[in-house]
């Protein structure tokens, strides 16, 4: 179903839904002894979200291999890879953040997020996660069920990024005089243009001096849709019926790198090569590559 104002989801559906999509990819790749990432919370969330394909993912049931000669760039490595590179990348911001001195985390549109239980945090610590709160009273009851308790000081704000969520954080404790971690890991591709621009004011406007943020990097050839629509393809061949091209505000934008670098902020790009090499992996293909672009990870300092 295509995006309009206001739209609702849960975790079966829409928006929600790739949110599943992402921790059934992590469960994936945290299968084996080789396994690339450990997310111990990631099988347990999508079987409780019951969607029969993202369990199948998860568990290792699907043969990815199904296919693969008409689509050589989205088999089970060049997963396990992408998802491990995307999830190292914020995980080693945070464990980065924290060793400078940061001891205040936001996780935004956190979904089924399980950093703030399955990373190493300093005493002190807080996190905060914001996301629809449906989707927070789901992981927060599925994990508390299973004995899981958070490694920090977890602090949920269930609103809709789209309603007054700097209130909501302020309400709950934030504190805008001291430094802040900010991700915001898989997000911004589902704002329009002009939504995801308040965001990072909104994230500026709560920053203290030497706070950080992490998001993607998005090439103007990633916001071609050709990506939503070669992922939607391979997923429905194994069973999804996630339609990427309808949940993406694909076309111009000005790049989130360009937003923040005029508000102040020291930005870094991390191109997906250079990500990969960093992890030791093989780089992404030259398909892929002419599909999305130079894109990456950005990373930034507020001066």
Known sequence: MARTEGDTWDLASSVGATATSVAATRAFASRGPDSLIDDPYAELLVEAVGVPHFVQVAKGEIDFRVGS????????????????????????FFTDAAAAG?????ILASGLDTRAYRLEWPAGTVVYEIDQPAV???KTRVLSDAGAAPAADRRTVGIDLRED?????REAGFDPGQPTA?????LLIYLPPEAQDRLLDNITALSAPGSRLATEHMDA?????DWAKAMTERA????????????????????????????????????????????????????????VGDSGYLSAELA
Do not use: C
Request: aromatic content about 10%.
């Open 221 to 225: 050839k990633a916001l071609t849709g």
């Open 236 to 291: 429905r061949r194994h069973g999804s019926d996630i339609d990427l091209s309808e949940l993406f505000y694909s076309g111009d934008r000005r790049s989130a790198t360009e937003h923040l670098s005029a508000q102040g902020w020291r930005t870094t790009v991390l191109t997906s090569n250079e990500a990969y090499t960093l992890n030791g992996l093989e780089p992404v293909t030259d398909d892929l590559l002419a599909m």
């Open 136 to 138: 927070i009273e789901f």
């Open 69 to 92: 000669e008409d689509d050589p760039l989205f088999g089970a490595e060049q997963m396990k890879s992408h998802i491990a590179v995307r999830t190292r990348f914020f995980d080693h």
């Open 165 to 169: 969520w700097p209130a909501a954080l």
């Open 182 to 186: 900010w991700i915001a890991e898989g």
């Open 102 to 106: 940061i001891r205040q985390a936001v």
